[in-house]
């Protein structure tokens, strides 16, 4: 088992940025791809930013050029850096991470573990 703890979210004003952070405890994590989703009420939970345990990353039109997913193994760490965040960005957003594979998929259903989420408000 892997348990998944977001931080970082917030109120943020449209242009700014945030980071999310994720801990992974539990089993080993670094041979794991990991994935941030977000989900916005009324909406479908969508990918945001995935990558592979080798540190390969794929991202959506929708954010890529603005947001950054890394990690950071030895610390069972996952990163997302948000930057020019718009009110479209505004969303529940979701750390998860793969059981028995370690590249990285835009598919929700691909995923095993899941974080209980972090909100994250963007005023316009």
């Known amino acids: 088992q892997v348990q998944l703890v977001e931080s970082g979210g917030g109120l943020v004003q449209a242009g700014g940025s945030l980071r999310l952070s994720c801990a992974a405890s539990?089993?080993?994590?670094?041979?794991?791809?990991a994935g941030w989703f977000r989900q916005a009420p009324g909406k479908q939970r969508e990918l945001v930013a995935t990558?592979?345990?080798?540190?390969?990353?794929n991202y959506p039109d929708s954010v890529k050029g603005r947001f950054t997913i890394s990690r950071e193994n030895a610390k069972n760490m996952v990163y997302l850096q948000m930057n020019s965040l718009k009110p479209e960005d505004a969303a529940v957003y979701y750390c998860?991470?793969?059981?028995?594979?370690?590249?990285?998929?835009?598919?929700?259903?691909?995923?095993?573990?899941w974080g209980q989420g972090t909100q994250v408000t963007v005023s316009s």
């Open positions: 998860a991470a793969r059981k028995s594979s370690g590249a990285w998929s835009s598919y929700a259903e691909r995923y095993d573990y």
């Open positions: 539990g089993r080993t994590f670094s041979t794991s791809a």
């Open positions: 990558i592979s345990s080798g540190g390969s990353t």
